[in-house]
């Protein structure tokens, strides 16, 4: 199961630290992925985190701005976000593999996702 926290309401130009954590599986067998969902699109992959930490990949849209990490001892991902955009607002979900597996390529069909957390970028 996982569970994501630390969305909010903030200013263009601010930050925010998304959290995924995981129970009843031992996370650092999974890749991680991060999704977001804007009013009216379709859900858009953002991030992706190795089961290891070591390898990471970041959509064109939000490169440079985000940066993922985890922490496997407490069983939790990562989402840092800085300067922030209103088109980042949406819902963000953070998904793992239905199968085990630690890498983020090839894509693996992620099955179990969180209930996710809902992030405004407004003045």
């Known amino acids: 199961r996982l569970v994501e926290s630390g969305g909010g309401l903030v200013q263009p130009g601010g930050s925010l630290r998304l959290s995924c954590s995981a129970s009843g599986i031992t996370l650092g067998s999974y890749a991680i992925a991060w999704y977001r969902q804007a009013p009216g699109k379709e859900r858009e992959g953002i991030s992706c985190?190795?089961?290891?930490?070591?390898?990471?990949y970041y959509a064109s849209s939000v490169k440079g701005r985000f940066t993922v990490s985890r922490d496997n001892g407490k069983n939790t991902v990562y989402l840092q976000m800085n300067s922030l955009k209103p088109e980042d607002t949406g819902v963000y979900s953070c998904?793992?593999?239905?199968?085990?597996?630690?890498?983020?390529?090839?894509?693996?069909?992620?099955?179990?996702w969180g209930q996710g957390t809902q992030v405004t970028v407004s003045s």
């Open positions: 998904a793992a593999p239905t199968a085990v597996q630690a890498q983020c390529f090839p894509s693996p069909a992620f099955g179990s």
């Open positions: 985190i190795s089961g290891s930490g070591d390898s990471t």
